[in-house]
């Protein structure tokens, strides 16, 4: 993709000597969807706040553009911003709302209308002008918002969990929209949100957070399929994440029995996480599997069914579209493609994303 | 039957609370100077009232009073209430605490206090000592009807305008004061009336030569009491009850507005 449009170098912040972000180095580059994603508390949303110039970092500089703009005020940044709970101006209708960045910059009449006009189609809410803030749903009062940010043409859009006051299906619904907006506009998004599923589905770059750190930037895919940590693993998705010995390349002791895998270079004889999604396990007859085990719980969740089989002294999670009853004799089978070896935390800073269960 | 019980109760509160008003307003009507005879109807007494001049220079004080009162009060008491939301949990509620301190306060000892606080400080009293006792006890009255205003504002709106290019100056005034306008507004009518309604703290505060209604009604009732004085408490009673209902209506017809 193109250059790199917003750098944060060493940012470190800290509330009442809690640290919320340590050292904390990223770039975006430029018609880019990143998403930050992480727990509540986990420094995202402070990050999207010092972008957005409404804190200042303790420490480490903000570069827009090329320019350091650490220092510069929000009301001056070329950014705009759409906050968690829409923030519409209540005594406003709805075109003043969206009208009130350009005034600020003394547009012209003629300007402005055009720019309501073509806001409200973007957002598929023609002909609302002349609504009060109050009278609209939420989810229209979020694209309202998203209207009034997009019209002042901003080479950043910063999102705050824009749809989390949204129910589930206006949700998904807006997670469409919000993709086609960000093709149509080609400008570059920085979406902050504690759900997975929103980040897979939107995001061209995931950034998962925790505790002030970043534990791995990459596409979707990357941190679905290949979690650098045990924590991304369990953050995004369901997964078994099991305590195991990497033996040689190739091959990984998981709960006393040998599987064959396809990572190499962790050493011999190595403590290793290895993570196994509960749809990557196949349920097959105990003599068929690598291990057995029993079925101890069974629920059916339309898609698939979701089991739990105890084998080995661990419930391993299944997900499968075949129904095995509770109390069956099961083995499980895993292909080598689908074992996720990771690294055991090491340094301090690591340790701290060790998950509390 | 329950019902019926229930409206006799009302009705017998209601009697009890404004009977005394009522009679004071009938006797303000009555031709006969005497209080226990109707003489018939008359308008004299008003018309006597408005050619007096010391009572009419009194309602001058007593409006500049309120007026300039009122208008001080809420510009200090709104800045203060934005200021009191801002303050870290503890420090807001020790500070709303002070705030209603004066208000629980027996206003005697209010007056008595800034009597003697004038006194201490050698200030003249006049006119200056009651504007700045007035706007002394109301400054709580308006901090206390801006605040749950401020309370409902959405915390993102005022960042909102920012991020949109208003300067912190420009988007408290564009956003932040049309929403509390309301909250300011009773609390400017709230400070208007107990201005306007004060006799005890302003007799402590005024020095000679200068009279509110209040305490020009006191010192004209020692002397025995003339039925122009029952209808300047009436005009007083009718133009606080006035006010009353507008503080009462006017944040609910702000938002009838909004959902048109």
């Known amino acids: ?357 | 039957m329950a019902n019926v019980l229930k409206r006799i109760y009302i009705a017998l509160i209601f009697i009890f609370l404004y009977a005394p008003m009522l009679v004071l307003i009938v006797l303000s009507f009555n031709k006969s100077k005497s209080r226990a005879k109707w003489g018939g109807f008359t308008f004299q007494w008003y018309t006597k009232l408005l050619s007096d001049s010391s009572i009419m220079e009194a309602l001058v004080t007593t409006l500049m009073l309120a007026v300039l009162s009122a208008l001080i009060s809420t510009f200090i008491g709104t800045i203060a209430a934005i200021a009191i939301t801002s303050l870290k949990k503890g420090a807001r509620t020790l500070m709303m605490g002070i705030t209603n301190i004066p208000m629980l306060n027996a206003e005697i000892v209010t007056g008595i206090s800034l009597m003697l606080l004038f006194i201490f400080f050698n200030v003249k009293f006049g006119f200056t000592t009651i504007l700045l006792a007035h706007i002394t006890f109301n400054i709580p009255y308006v901090i206390l009807s801006v605040m749950p205003r401020i309370k409902q504002l959405n915390p993102s709106a005022y960042e909102a305008a920012m991020d949109l290019g208003a300067s912190p100056f420009k988007a408290f005034f564009k956003v932040v004061f049309p929403d509390i306008l309301p909250g300011v507004f009773s609390g400017l009518l709230m400070a208007f009336t107990m201005s306007i309604d004060d006799f005890i703290i302003t007799h402590f505060t005024k020095g000679a030569g200068v009279d509110t209604l209040s305490t020009k009604i006191y010192s004209q009732v020692r002397k025995g009491i003339d039925p122009k004085m029952y209808a300047l408490s009436s005009l007083i009673f009718v133009t606080v009850l006035v006010l009353l209902i507008l503080i009462n209506i006017l944040p609910g017809s702000g938002k009838k507005a909004k959902e048109k």
């Open chain 1, 1 to 357: 993709m193109s250059n790199k449009l917003i750098t944060l170098e060493n940012i470190s912040k800290s509330y009442d000597n809690h640290l919320v972000l340590d050292e904390m180095n990223l770039y975006i580059r430029e018609n880019e969807f990143v998403t930050l994603l992480g727990p509540s508390g986990c420094g995202k949303t402070t990050t999207l706040r010092i972008i957005g110039g409404f804190e200042n970092p303790d420490t480490g500089r903000v570069v827009f553009d090329g320019k350091d703009i650490t220092k510069l005020p929000a009301y001056k940044r070329q950014l705009n911003t759409v906050f968690q709970k829409y923030a519409l101006f209540t005594h406003m209708n709805i075109a003043e709302n969206i009208a009130f960045g350009l005034k600020i910059k003394n547009k012209s009449k003629s300007y402005i209308d055009d720019k309501i006009k073509y806001a409200l189609k973007l957002v598929n809410l023609e002909g609302y002008e002349n609504r009060m803030p109050d009278s609209l749903s939420g989810g229209q009062q979020q694209r309202i918002a998203i209207a009034r940010a997009i019209v002042n043409e901003p080479k950043v859009l910063l999102l705050d969990e824009p749809l989390g006051a949204l129910d589930l299906k206006l949700r998904q619904d807006m997670q469409y929209e919000l993709i086609r907006l960000k093709n149509e506009l080609g400008i570059t998004f920085i979406y902050v949100t504690h759900d997975q599923e929103e980040a897979l589905t939107m995001s061209d770059t995931i950034v998962v957070m925790n505790q002030g750190y970043i534990q791995q930037i990459g596409t979707p895919e990357m941190i679905y399929n290949e979690p650098e940590n045990a924590f991304v693993a369990d953050f995004i998705g369901d997964s078994n994440i099991i305590d195991s010995i990497m033996i040689r390349d190739e091959l990984v002791e998981i709960l006393g029995a040998k599987f064959a895998c396809v990572d190499t270079g962790f050493g011999e004889n190595v403590h290793v996480d290895v993570v196994i999604r509960p749809e990557d396990i196949e349920l097959v007859s105990p003599e068929e599997g690598t291990i057995s085990g029993v079925v101890t719980s069974l629920i059916f969740k339309g898609v698939h069914y979701e089991m739990d089989v105890m084998a080995n002294g661990y419930e391993w999670l299944v997900h499968s579209t075949k129904m095995f009853p509770v109390g069956e004799k099961v083995g499980i089978k895993v292909d080598p493609f689908n074992i996720q070896i990771m690294n055991k935390p090491a340094s301090e800073d690591e340790e701290a994303v060790q998950i509390e269960e």
